[in-house]
């Protein structure tokens, strides 16, 4: 069973930034890509951004692109989303994720996830 917990939310003013951080626990983290995803009030649940098993490669969503970097540290076993020049339409629920093998999320979406966070509040004052 692998366990993802989120931290690193908060209150932030628009154009401000905040680093989420995702620890992972219960398996070998190499073998899973790990993304991120947010919800917002009213909204369905997106992909944000993810980082690949096996190469490191990542993927982003074009709302976030230029402002949000993925990373991961497989040591620590956490992967990060560095997330800069905040706008009040971040504000949303971020949830971490792990897929066993390849990031989809790009193509598959949230079915495809094999394990979540429990997710963590952002919130960009106007």
């Known amino acids: 069973q692998v366990q993802l917990v989120e931290s690193g939310g908060g209150l932030v003013q628009t154009g401000g930034s905040l680093r989420l951080s995702c620890l992972v626990s219960g398996h070998n983290l190499e073998y899973y890509s790990l993304s991120w995803f947010r919800q917002g009030r009213g909204n369905e649940r997106e992909g944000v951004s993810c980082i690949s098993s096996s190469d490191g490669s990542t993927w982003y969503a074009d709302s976030v692109k230029g402002r949000f970097t993925i990373s991961r540290d497989n040591a620590k076993n956490t992967v990060y989303l560095q997330m800069n020049s905040l706008q009040p339409e971040d504000t949303a629920v971020y949830y971490c994720?792990?897929?066993?093998?390849?990031?989809?999320?790009?193509?598959?979406?949230?079915?495809?996830?094999?394990?979540w966070g429990q997710g963590i509040s952002v919130t960009v004052s106007s």
């Open positions: 994720a792990a897929e066993y093998g390849p990031c989809t999320v790009a193509t598959m979406g949230a079915p495809s996830m094999d394990y």
